[in-house]
């Protein structure tokens, strides 16, 4: 259930690969500096405290995680839960949320939840992402073009407004410096890909509007010094109404952290052939994410893009998650202070791009293309998560996509009296087909295809209510039945009720093992008797004859 990766690989590491992992953790730590500070602020909180998350949640998931490569820190898919939740109640509502949220994802992780959250429904995933994609860019716009609004309000509507009301105090030095990284970045990343172009872009962005004096706000002046020191660890006073309120945000963070994190697994798996495992990152992560507000951080998951940047520079092994880590903390102690004078529309248009890689538009557009059910639960899902609340987004999104399925497996789970004439093409090319054997008169045979959960076990009630003449024998063929649930058993126990009321055998048919374990285990089997349980069709209607003889039919 738990065995960090580390511990695996250490007593077969080689120093070549430690100096692969040491340089791709030493080009992480590059990236992860301005990702880390622009997060936070998204965020709404202080830019340090994005520092100390990669720092702190970043080690400890590299140490103790179930991925060899995978690389964590603050990612945009928090920015909006994360923003809502320090306007309604503060950093230590923040605080506190995710020190919940990381015990959720321990308990996620014992249980052994990890293999079943990955497999959450694309259109889900893609309709959420999408949509905080969309909101991280809105969130950016007062920065990259310089207007003078204040605070912005967390609603996606209003926020818009605010910017037609307010456009006419546009700043065009923030906007030169913001639409000029934003296209450095992309010209750059073109002809350079070893070195990031959003650390470039920063450079230049500062040495800009220094030299040339340019009236922009910038890190230092707003949020002021970015401490070089580490802080001491500390925890939230809550009282226990408002852990009652943050027990669903926190509950978001913890579903949001593990999906994204795991994905991040998964995407990883595919780079390097290898298989990451899933509890044992779950439970790394919320240690990761009971660690990171102690020490003042914010939510911490696995991060795509610098997992899929640390498996192409080199890094195979959580070695190079680690450096990259403390790469961070000596950037922070001894060059922190130049931090300050980072231009604010530069870390905008730094989201602004990953904004862009986080909309999915591809797939979205795609999943546009797909039957009806999937592109209801993106629409869906998409649009609760810009208008409405992500942790609503995801719930819903959730619950649709299971309804749906349901209703698809209702769908091909069909019931039918197969005794009489059918139109059915490929009875031709089945040798168990009904229509080559020899059914005696009086003698009905009903064959369901497909599980037999409770929305189809009422479709067959339904059918076998429409069957208005008695036959002596009724057998229930269930050759393409592979699993059944409480509500089939309790209608094919009603069904043989039925048919003791008015005198007509019953037979199961061709049952395969997970329905008989169900049926012998309830007691059922020995209630009609083994020997009324045939293994195919062939003893099945020997065993009816039987009882025809019996009968003196």
Same mark, same amino acid.
């Given at each position: 259930m738990f065995k960090p990766k580390l511990f695996s690989i250490l007593p077969t590491y080689t120093k070549s690969q430690f100096i692969s992992d040491a340089t791709s953790g030493i080009i992480l730590g590059f990236i992860a500096l301005p990702l880390s500070i622009a997060f936070a602020i998204a965020s709404g909180v202080s830019p340090e405290k994005g520092l100390y998350t990669a720092i702190i949640g970043g080690f400890i998931v590299s140490f103790l995680g179930g991925s060899r490569v995978q690389i964590a820190g603050p990612t945009g898919a928090f920015v909006v839960i994360l923003y809502g939740i320090i306007q309604k109640y503060g950093i230590e509502g923040l605080t506190f949320a995710t020190l919940l949220a990381g015990v959720f994802l321990i308990i996620m992780g014992l249980v052994r939840l990890g293999s079943i959250i990955k497999f959450i429904p694309h259109p889900v995933v893609v309709g959420f992402t999408s949509g905080i994609a969309l909101i991280i860019f809105s969130s950016q716009v007062k920065d990259i073009l310089g207007l003078n609004v204040g605070n912005l309000p967390p609603d996606f509507i209003d926020k818009w407004m605010i910017y037609t009301n307010n456009f006419n105090s546009i700043n065009f030095s923030a906007t030169a410096i913001g639409f000029g990284s934003l296209l450095q970045m992309i010209v750059?990343?073109?002809?350079?890909?070893?070195?990031?172009?959003?650390?470039?872009?920063?450079?230049?962005?500062?040495?800009?509007?220094?030299?040339?004096? %340019?009236?922009?706000?910038?890190?230092?002046?707003?949020?002021?010094?970015?401490?070089?020191?580490?802080?001491?660890?500390?925890?939230?006073?809550?009282?226990?109404?408002?852990?009652?309120?943050?027990?669903?945000?926190?509950?978001?963070?913890?579903?949001?952290?593990?999906?994204?994190? %795991? %994905?991040?697994?998964?995407?990883?798996?595919?780079?390097?052939?290898?298989?990451?495992?899933?509890?044992?990152?779950?439970?790394?992560?919320?240690?990761?994410?009971?660690?990171?507000?102690?020490?003042?951080?914010?939510?911490?998951?696995?991060?795509?893009?610098?997992?899929?940047?640390?498996?192409?520079?080199?890094?195979?092994?959580?070695?190079?998650?680690?450096?990259?880590?403390?790469? %961070?903390?000596?950037?922070?102690l001894f060059f922190g202070k130049w931090a300050t004078?980072?231009?604010?529309?530069?870390?905008?248009?730094?989201?602004?791009?990953?904004?862009?890689?986080?909309?999915?538009?591809?797939?979205?557009?795609?999943?546009?293309?797909?039957?009806?059910?999937?592109?209801?639960?993106?629409v869906v899902t998409f649009g609760l998560t810009v208008l409405l609340d992500l942790t609503i987004a995801i719930e819903v999104g959730l619950l649709l996509a299971v309804f749906l399925f349901m209703k698809q497996m209702i769908g091909v789970t069909n019931v039918g009296v197969i005794s009489r004439e059918l139109n059915d093409d490929d009875a031709k090319d089945d040798p168990n087909a009904i229509s080559k054997r020899d059914v005696p008169h009086g003698v009905d045979v009903f064959e369901i295809n497909g599980p037999f959960f409770f929305g189809a076990a009422y479709k067959f009630r339904e059918a076998m209510n429409t069957v208005s003449v008695h036959p002596k024998v009724r057998i229930i063929r269930m050759r393409n039945v592979p699993a059944i649930d409480s509500t089939g058993l309790q209608i094919l126990k009603e069904v043989y009720e039925d048919c003791k009321k008015n005198n007509i055998a019953f037979l199961i048919s061709g049952i395969h093992t997970q329905p008989l374990v169900a049926i012998q285990q309830s007691g059922f089997l020995d209630e009609i008797g083994e020997e009324n349980v045939p293994g195919d069709i062939d003893e099945s209607l020997d065993r009816a004859k039987e009882i025809m003889n019996l009968l003196h039919v």
């Open positions: 750059w990343q073109r002809f350079v890909k070893k070195i990031p172009g959003s650390l470039i872009a920063l450079i230049v962005a500062t040495i800009a509007v220094q030299f040339l004096g %340019l009236n922009v706000e910038t890190i230092g002046s707003r949020f002021g010094q970015i401490p070089s020191t580490f802080p001491v660890p500390s925890l939230p006073h809550i009282d226990l109404a408002t852990v009652k309120e943050l027990f669903q945000p926190a509950l978001t963070i913890a579903l949001l952290g593990a999906i994204e994190a %795991l %994905l991040s697994a998964v995407v990883a798996d595919g780079m390097i052939g290898g298989k990451h495992r899933s509890n044992t990152e779950l439970i790394a992560q919320g240690i990761a994410n009971i660690a990171s507000p102690i020490f003042g951080g914010i939510p911490v998951t696995g991060a795509i893009a610098r997992t899929a940047t640390n498996i192409k520079n080199g890094g195979r092994t959580p070695i190079a998650g680690m450096v990259h880590a403390v790469m %961070l903390l000596l950037i922070m004078l980072i231009p604010l529309p530069a870390l905008s248009a730094i989201l602004v791009i990953v904004a862009y890689n986080m909309s999915e538009w591809r797939s979205f557009r795609s999943i546009l293309k797909s039957p009806k059910s999937d592109i209801a639960v993106l």
